[in-house]
């Protein structure tokens, strides 16, 4: 049998013709981050706090106006390891991806994570590394690292 290996051809995503506004409660969470402060969506109605922000409370589905700062540590929820590239070839790092959370907030962020191997683990605590040049972006965040 022959070893076969699949052609991996560059492919342009449908979605780089789009342009995609973050809306005015995006906005002001993103110029958040940009001065190095994560917060989250609160709903007035029924108090849901959550974190991407939507302008409608997943909840109750009511306009959501005000974000609030999130103070607490945020918490490894999930996460993945990868060890290999978009061609299948051997990492030289691997890179750690995990499902970030706050607690008392719903939803949480996808984003990397630094740190050993070793101390990976649902519930480790985590802490933000900001770029120190910032424009107003998710990846304002570097990324999180294990404490």
Avoid at 4 to 9: A, D, H, L, N
Avoid at 80 to 85: K, L, P, Q
């Amino acid at each position: 049998m022959r070893d076969v290996k699949p052609q991996i051809r560059e492919i342009e995503m449908e979605i780089k013709a789009y342009h995609y506004t973050p809306g005015p409660l995006g906005l002001r969470w993103l110029e958040g981050i940009k001065k190095g402060i994560i917060m989250a969506a609160k709903c007035r109605k029924c108090g849901n706090i959550f974190i991407p922000p939507k302008i409608y409370c997943p909840k109750c589905f009511s306009e959501v106006e005000d974000l609030v700062e999130l103070r607490e540590k945020p918490y490894l929820a999930s996460y993945t390891i990868i060890y290999r590239d978009f061609n299948g070839e051997r990492l030289s790092t691997p890179v750690i991806v995990g499902l970030v959370r706050f607690k008392g907030v719903d939803g949480g962020l996808i984003h990397y994570i630094e740190g050993p191997v070793e101390k990976l683990a649902i519930g480790a605590s985590l802490e933000p590394v900001f770029r120190s040049e910032r424009r107003g972006s998710i990846t304002d965040i570097e990324h999180f690292r294990l404490v």
